[in-house]
């Protein structure tokens, strides 16, 4: 067996038995290996709990009832199974109102399934079966052992949404992270509340000619303050702008015909305006340019000749704080490609040169500062292993070496089109979710299985407590706070875009320093939180450093832990907390003719200037009233500063309609 558990026992049977068709008459078992003789069971397995999404059409069902606590080994990896391809959903509740507690599609050898979880005493807990990829029969083993003490644990939710729920990302600029499903004529948002829960909105939209069944990707592409959504298709693109207050969605259908794979929002030319990148399978890629005045300006080439690509990725690899590309590649052309950012809106293959032109056959890759020397490494997680599996690769400053030998990844079978990065545990180092496996960072560039394998599926955080989650279908797996500290910065731009995409976030603790890059879109399919999570373990304080791609750098010490800040782009340095008492606050937000302000202290007599994102003056003149007359301005977003007669000034963003 692959699980080296603290023991075993013995299994009792070694039979043969037919499994049931469907939920309400699985069949129960205990401890011992069973025979499928095929998958033909009349109801499907849902929801899903393993990796690799919906199309099966046939399950088979059993039930497991443990006596006593402890942990249980569902497997199919054995040597009557080589060459079988299987996947298999665990999961407690009732038929009908079922919810996930493990699944595995392609954690063992070859393409067999294995998964470890702690089950509780007198629980009854459902193993389904299904032909996602063959209704072949196979023998599984059920194996008990002691309990699992985990690093990381999760606990299930479920939300209700309808459509593709790929996307987990705050729609409404509140910087708390919101549920996203899409139909190709309703967008559904679980808008996360302050106090814990969600509100559920549908807001229906005009029919988009293009869903998206390959990708998602979010960012504010005219600085409102509101998300917009890419759909990425087998054919093309459709955008969904976002409205001045959020409440509706204008559908913008793109004719330009795209085998799209991973989409991110970036802005490629560093203009403050938020472009469209697009993968295409079987050409060269595309992009979409925006032209300051919210019109995306299709164009294709300039990164790569050939088709093929499948996973792009937006860091800066080399701390020059110009966003790079990495593309991870398969198919028609497999080797990886790395461009660097000329600074001046071209981009230069590099990657020959830096020993990441590899054939990997991969669909993504997964990037972070693996061992916190201030650095981006890669893991370049493989989709098959025919080319030499995983590889894990070190930034050392002017090239990147091949350190998967001993790093825990050169014995990793698993494989997946999905690779991500992010501090599950958040013990100050970033870990590793792909393959059906949740590798933790051992800090030393080497890493260890988790006991614990949650599903795959777009993070965030969906309860504010300062772990990242993750989403599959309508079921939140919500990560269980184990003591370690947080620090979650959320940014807004002003002079870069509003999202701070691009943006390079520091964060230094007793620890040392830790690094993110802002992007919109990684793994292959999903869209992601756009705040900066940090793990601090111990450390009870802070220090952030934000470079914004403007080149403008705020900077903040003694920084408290265990919270959310939010920092707003400034030539002065602020940070605005959470239902701030020292902020102006205006209403109403987005405003046609007169903008209400009120502030700490009375505001009347103060001077007060607008200006645009630029910085540029448009407006001066002395509060009267509480009440701001705006109606000569032209539609758009500005800032309003209030200068006390002490020189204490506070500023606030705002729309004018």
Known sequence: MKHGLPFLLLLSCAGSAM??????????????????????????????????????????????????????????DLPTNAGLDTRFHVYHGNCGALSCVAGDDDSGSGLLSVATFNVDQGVTYYIAFDNRWSSAGFDFTLIEGNPIVNAVNFTTLSIPTSGTTSCVVDMNGDHLDDVVGVTSTNININYQLVGGGFNNVNIPTVQATNTPSWSIAAGDIDNNGYNDLLYASGS??????????????????????????RSNFVDINNDGHLDAFVCHDVAPNCYYLNDGNNVLLFNQGGFGTTGGNYGSIWIDYDNDHQIDMFIAKCGSDPVNQLYHNNGNGT????????????????WSSAWGDFD?????????????????????????????????????FDAFNGTSIEWITRDFDNDG???????????????????TQSTVTPTNGPTGDLNNDGFVDILNGGTAYLNEPNGNHFLTVGLEGTISNRNGIGARVEVTS???????????????????????HFGLGADETADVVVHWPSGIVNAFTNV??????????????GVVEPAPTDALRLFPVPTSNILYITGPTELRGDLVKVLDLTGREILRTYLTADALDVASLTAGPYVVQVIYPNGRVLQERFVKE
């Open 347 to 362: 981009f230069t293959l590099i990657s020959p040169s830096l020993n990441m032109a590899d054939n990997v056959q991969t």
């Open 560 to 573: 408290a832990v265990d919270t959310a800040i939010t920092i707003v782009e400034s030539t002065a340095t």
């Open 236 to 261: 093309g693109v459709s955008f969904m702008r976002a409205n001045a207050n959020g409440t509706g969605y204008t559908t913008e259908n793109r004719t330009d015909y795209i085998f799209c794979q």
């Open 510 to 532: 007793a620890l040392g320093t830790q690094i993110r890059d802002i992007r919109s879109g990684d793994g292959f399919r999903y869209m992601s939180s756009l705040n900066a």
């Open 429 to 447: 180092y970033l870990d590793v979710l792909g393959g059906g496996k949740l590798m933790l960072n051992n800090g030393d560039m080497t890493f």
């Open 19 to 76: 499994a049931q068709d469907d939920c309400a008459n699985a069949l129960p078992i205990t401890a011992g290996t069973y025979n499928v003789a095929a998958i033909n069971g009349t109801e499907v397995p849902s929801p899903i709990c393993a990796p690799n999404g919906t199309g099966a059409t046939a399950g088979e069902w059993y039930t497991y009832t443990p006596t006593a606590d402890h942990s249980l080994t569902v497997t199919t």
């Open 372 to 408: 916190n020397d201030g650095d981006m490494d890669a893991l370049v997680g493989a989709s098959s292993l025919g080319n030499g599996g995983h590889k894990l690769m070190r930034n050392d400053g002017t090239t990147f070496t091949n350190v998967s030998p001993g790093s825990g």
